[in-house]
């Protein structure tokens, strides 16, 4: 059908991708969407993997050995129809909005200061308000459930500092993709195993640390698939800058940020997809906080679309947000 960009943007949520210790995070300039083959407005409709909150959130990648505890809150109400590049009349789109909550719990560890795990358990909650196609009424659904769970490995040894590092992984396909009242790129889960490849680089912009910069970049390749539904490759990248120089007291820190993050999905394939409405790019400015004080993290930021074009009619939201809090051991 037609449940576009955000629709996928949401499903994944499974998200967060490379995260660990939420070492300091930032809020200002960030910089360019980077879009790269190794990973890959109004924010789109993601139907199986909202790939965009698995990037960014540059705190959480790996900075020495040990493990964190995480519990990451993602919101996305998509409402506006959107197709093309631009808004598109709400009678052309049979749905009429999808509203997720996206609650997640996981672990990062690293055995060495070269090779860690992270695991991520995501459960969603979604409201799915659409058109009746036998007859014509409004008609909405409210469904909570266990989506797909992400298993990756981590590897930093490519420098001492391990400012440089790769994933690897799977998408396993333990999401709900049966409920009766979805569509399949509205489900909870996609039915598929996909293959999850990334990678980031930090790094100082200034001699004192107190400026620094990062990339990331992640890909999701479904390879199995079930009842004729394969959703789209799906690429994301965020290129960012933070301050580092706010300290208050010896282990208690504030870190803004400003991140530019940037999205491809192909088109969804097999016979139970809408091809036609499915698939997109998108770019979004995000700005952001971090606060550190013991062993305790906080990380929030706000996803704002500045330009998003989608294939046929799709949902979009007009803007994205994450929490995140983790613990350090």
């Known amino acids: 059908m037609s449940h576009s960009v955000l629709h996928r943007l949401a499903r994944a949520v499974s998200r967060t991708g490379a995260r660990h210790r939420f070492a300091i995070v930032p809020l200002f300039l960030s910089a360019t969407a980077f879009f790269c083959g190794l990973t890959p407005s109004q924010a789109l409709a993601c139907a199986c993997g909202c790939g965009v909150f698995e990037v960014g959130t540059s705190s959480m990648f790996p900075t020495e050995a040990g ?52 695991v991520e358990v995501p459960v969603w909650n979604r409201y799915f308000k659409t058109t009746d196609p036998d007859t014509g009424n409004i008609v909405s659904f409210d469904h909570t459930d266990l989506s797909d769970i992400r298993v990756k490995g981590i590897y930093t040894g490519f420098s001492p500092d391990l400012s440089t590092g790769i994933t690897f992984g799977l998408k396993l396909p333990t999401g709900n993709y049966t409920y009766p009242n979805f569509d399949r790129d509205t489900e909870i889960g996609t039915g598929s195993t996909d293959i ?36 789209g490759v799906e690429f994301d990248a965020a290129a960012g800058v933070h301050y580092n120089g706010w300290s208050f007291g010896a282990d208690s820190q ?41 062993h305790v993290r906080v990380y929030g930021d706000v996803e704002f679309p500045v330009f998003a074009h989608v294939n046929g009619n799709q949902l979009v939201a007009p803007a994205l947000f994450k929490v995140i809090v983790g613990y350090v051991f």
């Open 67 to 118: 493990g964190m505890v995480f519990l990451e809150y993602d919101y996305m109400d998509q409402y506006k129809n959107w197709s093309g590049d631009d808004r598109a009349p709400s009678a052309n789109n049979p749905d009429k909005e999808i509203r997720t909550h996206f609650m997640t719990a996981g672990l990062q560890y690293l055995f060495s200061r070269s090779w860690g795990l992270q």
């Open 196 to 231: 999850l490849l990334g990678a980031f680089h930090r790094g100082n912009l200034t001699s004192d640390n107190n400026w620094s910069w990062f990339v990331q970049g992640q890909s999701d390749l479904p390879v199995l698939r079930r009842d004729s539904y394969r959703p």
């Open 254 to 294: 504030i870190t803004p940020l400003l991140q530019v993050i940037g999205s491809y999905r192909f088109r969804d394939t097999g016979l139970a997809a809408d091809t036609a409405d499915s698939g997109y790019a998108r770019v979004l400015v995000s700005p952001g906080l971090a606060y550190n004080v013991g």
